[in-house]
């Protein structure tokens, strides 16, 4: 949901919620973008904007700060 938001704010996405969602209104809203390749491009190109270079590797590099401080804490507990 965070992404999705994210996404639409940066005007790369579109939200229906799930009250409105059906197979009708998700065809609906895939046809106008089909359309109009001027909003599909600039969709597109939001998307790109807002995309993270090398987002995975960031993550992982992050969780393994996380795990090496909390090792850290722990061996300081544990040697007093």
């Known amino acids: 949901f965070y992404n999705a938001q994210y996404l639409a704010r940066g005007k790369a996405a579109i939200i229906l919620t799930q009250s409105e969602l059906s197979a009708a209104r998700l065809a609906e809203n895939i ?8 909003q599909l491009v600039k969709m597109a190109e939001a998307a790109r904007d807002l995309s993270q270079t090398n987002a995975a590797e960031k993550v992982a590099e992050k969780c393994i700060e996380c795990m090496q401080r909390t090792r850290e804490v722990i061996h300081d507990v544990i040697a007093k």
């Not at 046809?31 to 001027?38: E, S, Y």
Request: hydrophobic content about 40%.
């Open 31 to 38: 046809r106008r973008l089909l359309l109009n390749r001027p």
